[in-house]
């Protein structure tokens, strides 16, 4: 395991630790963090999009990757509805927790984590497995699952189902994929210089998105460790087990199955955060989440390399 990946990961957290001591309030921080956010995902995520579907064939691999992706995602929303349930019986638990765990324990960072380290384990065709696992699974069923079960467990209830559709079709990201396979069905030739462009970006973007996970971590004392433990598992080592099911029975093996795998393993969605705001389930846990299973994961990824790859 390249561990120059993480180490994007922890120049993001020394800026943050720089910006705390400089006395930045942590809203200006946030601020900071979502300007870079919005340009990378507005403006420089499109292009590595249409770059990567313009010059990587679509293939019956991508469409597996794409189908372990569902699966194992809906398998976890599934179990830690379960486990979420059997506990709330023996445990008084808010519904705005339950809400906060179940999106934490099966939307995974994908595209802002699993993306840059993917794409410097395996180059342009982890990062075109990457895209397929996040823009063919994670993203609509962020936009659709995600969402119902934040209006059956957050305080707000005004968000409606068909809102989330139209949202997905927004996305910039999409449009850079569509544009791209349009380019390349249509025969329309680009040049090659321009083409390496969209190759220097897309190498550079990895490090900026790495950064932002560094300066997004938070620390936070997990007071509630014993409830969240089985949402920290299931999306740590859980999801990754489950994704290596999928993977053999849909026949996917090699790079395409670590990509599964990893990509499974992520930690939690930074957007549970947003989610969190708008739809009035737990913020705390939220972050909590967030902070501890990029701990987890972190172990995880490192066993991980040393035994396989």
């Given at each position: 395991m390249p561990f120059d990946i993480f180490l994007f990961i922890l120049i993001g957290i020394s800026l943050r630790i720089l910006f705390t001591l400089g006395r930045v309030s942590p809203e200006k921080?946030?601020?900071?963090?979502?300007?870079?956010?919005?340009?990378?995902?507005?403006?420089?995520?499109?292009?590595?999009?249409?770059?990567t579907s313009y010059t990587m064939p679509f293939s019956l691999t991508h469409l597996k990757i794409s189908l372990v992706a569902n699966f194992t995602?809906?398998?976890?929303?599934?179990?830690s509805w379960l486990i979420y349930k059997k506990l709330s019986s023996i445990k008084k638990i808010e519904p705005e927790t339950i809400g906060s765990l179940i999106i934490c324990s099966a939307f995974g960072n994908v595209l802002y984590m699993g993306l840059p380290i993917l794409t410097k384990l395996y180059g342009t065709e982890?990062?075109?497995?990457?895209?397929?696992?996040?823009?063919?699974?994670?993203?609509?069923?962020?936009?659709?699952?995600?969402?119902?079960?934040c209006m059956k467990y957050g305080k707000a209830k005004s968000f409606k189902l068909k809102n989330s559709f139209l949202t997905i079709l927004k996305i910039p990201p999409i449009w850079g994929l569509i544009i791209g396979i349009t380019f390349k069905e249509s025969g329309i030739i680009l040049s090659e210089d321009?083409?390496?462009?969209?190759?220097?970006?897309?190498?550079?973007?990895?490090?900026?998105?790495?950064?932002?996970?560094?300066?997004?971590?938070?620390?936070?004392?997990?007071?509630?460790?014993?409830?969240?433990?089985?949402?920290?598992?299931?999306?740590?080592?859980?999801?990754?087990?489950?994704?290596?099911?999928?993977?053999?029975?849909f026949g996917v093996s090699d790079i395409p199955l670590n990509v599964c795998i990893i990509e499974a393993a992520m930690p939690s969605m930074l957007l549970s955060i947003i989610f969190a705001s708008a739809f009035g389930i737990d913020m705390r846990t939220s972050v909590e989440m967030i902070f501890l299973t990029t701990i987890f994961s972190f172990l995880l990824l490192c066993f991980f390399s040393l035994f396989f790859l």
């Open positions: 921080i946030e601020l900071f963090r979502d300007k870079i956010n919005y340009l990378v995902f507005y403006y420089i995520i499109p292009l590595v999009c249409f770059k995602i809906l398998s976890c929303v599934l179990l982890g990062m075109s497995y990457a895209f397929s696992y996040d823009l063919l699974a994670s993203t609509p069923l962020t936009w659709t699952i995600a969402v119902t079960v321009l083409i390496n462009i969209l190759r220097i970006i897309s190498t550079g973007v990895t490090s900026i998105m790495l950064i932002i996970v560094g300066i997004s971590i938070k620390f936070v004392a997990p007071e509630k460790l014993l409830i969240n433990m089985p949402a920290i598992l299931i999306k740590t080592l859980i999801s990754p087990m489950i994704a290596l099911l999928f993977g053999i029975i």
